[in-house]
């Protein structure tokens, strides 16, 4: 094994050779939790057919019953295994970004239990690109429920110390894949109600889908359940506002405490500490969950993020801020 000793009853992060993917197959195989790099966040892995672990991962986030989660699959070959009425359309935007940050929302294959579909007729499936999660998936066999690895309601988790932080002893082995490449959660798209429709936005953006599919964003009464599209979320401990760049020395200079800032040039005052932001979206959504992670804990009161630019590229990112805006601070702590 090429894993650290466990210093205290946590799960160390092992770097995933042959020996520690060899493990992973085994913890999930055993009922186990699995802190498991994919290329958008780590998941929270489990045997998606495994009654005992997915209870065992709800439990462990904190995530209400009804909250469906996704299945990883090693490749888009297992689409049929695990759904059914599988449109033309789910199988062109499978073939043109899996393995990729794209999930597809399709009819249930009878046996998919009820505790990863949140008891809908649907579930969410996807191929991860990451070689590590590749590696694992393909080696395992079988399908792999992983919501990102975050408590319900805060950030992403985004590199294998984030998992470590947040589950502790709760999490049986962390494979350390680096720092996730894309950052923010997959693309979601739901085909199972005639057309598709974006539920969340994400790296696969409008504009690539429209490469491949016509889809319709007029909405419908029968929304699935997406506890991403709750309004609080992806939420720091503190207070999170977003602010144009002309208004930030203010905001700061107003405030009594320390303030934590992310923008593009330093705004002046004395009382912060700055962080610097990627100018192109790809970049910022990066590393969006790792510095909210890291201004969260750099002894301010007040995060203030200035409104990055609108267009195609920036609506992911617009997306998490908003939730993390409208989820964030010790008040909302009651509503969550
Ligand atoms: O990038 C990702 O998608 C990451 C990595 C680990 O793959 N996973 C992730 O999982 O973000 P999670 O559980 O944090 O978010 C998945 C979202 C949830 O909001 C869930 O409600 C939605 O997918 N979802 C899963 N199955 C669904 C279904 N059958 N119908 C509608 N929404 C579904
Ligand atoms: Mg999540």
Redesign the pocket.
Known sequence: MSGRPDPGGVAAAVAADADAIARAVEVLGAGGLLGLP?E????LAADASNPAAIARMFAAKGRPAD????V?LASAAQLDDWARDIPDVARRLAAAFWPG?L?L?LKRAPHVLNAV?GG?D???L?V?SHPVAHAVLAAFGGGVA???ANKFGRVSATTAAHVREEFGAAVDLVLDGGASQVGI??T?VACDLGGVRV??PGRITRDMLATVADFDDRGSTAV??????LEKHYAPRHRVAMLPASELAQAIACHAGNVAVLSRKRPAGKNLRHWAAAIDAEGFAHSLYATLREMDCAGCDLLLVETPPVGAAWEAVHDRLRRAVAGSGAASDEAR
């Not at 958008?40 to 998941?43: A, E, I, L």
């Not at 909250?67 to 996704?70: A, F, K, L, Q, R």
């Not at 699935?224 to 599209?229: A, E, I, L, M």
């Open positions: 994919t958008t966040v780590y998941g909250h469906p989660v996704i990883h940050p999930t929302i579909t809908q649907t579930v969410g996807r991860p992983a919501p990102s959660e997959s979601i539920l969340r699935p359940r997406v506890s991403g599209s």
